[in-house]
């Protein structure tokens, strides 16, 4: 299995613009969540889907980042309008639903 | 919610020596309790999990123990090497796998 894929891998963007961060699971997992990585926050959940239903987006910072999964195979995280302190990696990951989380390989968004 | 305290957060070994990191959890339903290990650009990996029925874990030179009176979990590193130089991440979640992170542990193993 190819494992957890995001793209892009890396993201320069100027502030105000709209980023499209995507995700596809693992095939057969049916919970996928999406985390954000900082130095100054660690690991934060933003949100989890399970069964393409958003569960939890208690984590999701403020309207302008906004999540969906249109299927059981694809994932967007959209952040509109980006700013400076949106720069992060943000990690996709799936399960089957209570059992191990696969981690992707992150996308880098550095907002300018 | 959960909240999850990892201690030390940084963690220096001679290779060869062990490696202890230790957790604290809040919320007493949390019965799931990986740790992950994630190195320099790289993605979280998992390296062992622990469930609230099982008290301790081994796997080779890694061993998780798990108290759930006191909310603590504990990672240790045996026999430790350069390639287990990394950051190390311990987790909690209850029943809606919803994992909270500690605030992770850097390991730097001298050679």
């Known amino acids: 299995d190819a494992g957890v894929i995001q793209s892009p891998r890396h993201e320069v963007t100027e502030m105000g613009q709209e980023v499209t961060l995507r995700c596809k699971p693992i095939s057969g997992h049916n919970s996928l969540f999406w985390y954000r990585q900082t130095m100054m926050r660690g690991l934060e959940l933003l949100i989890y889907f399970n069964n393409n239903v958003p569960i939890d987006d208690s984590g999701m910072p403020e309207d302008r980042f906004s999540a969906k999964m249109p299927n059981a195979s694809f994932s967007t995280l959209k952040i509109q309008p980006s700013e400076p302190r949106d720069s992060a990696v943000y990690f996709c990951?799936?399960?089957?639903?209570?059992?191990?989380?696969?981690f992707g390989e992150g996308s880098w968004l550095t907002v300018v | 919610g959960e909240n999850v305290e990892q201690h030390p957060s940084t963690l220096s070994v001679q290779e060869g020596d062990s490696a202890v990191i230790k957790c604290t959890y809040s919320?007493?339903?949390?019965?799931?309790f990986p740790w992950y290990k994630q190195e320099l650009g790289k993605r979280p990996q998992l390296i062992i999990d622990?469930?609230?029925?099982?008290g301790e874990k081994k796997d080779q030179r890694i061993a998780v123990t798990l108290n759930k009176t006191a909310k603590h979990f504990s990672l240790h590193i045996t026999e430790t090497q350069p390639e287990d130089s990394a950051v190390y991440f311990c987790?909690?979640?209850?029943?809606?796998?919803?994992?909270?992170f500690g605030a992770g542990t850097t390991v730097t193993v001298r050679a």
């Open positions: 622990i469930r609230s029925n099982v």
């Open positions: 919320d007493s339903a949390s019965n799931y």
């Open positions: 987790a909690a979640s209850s029943n809606d796998y919803k994992l909270s």
């Open positions: 990951a799936s399960s089957i639903y209570g059992n191990t989380i696969y």
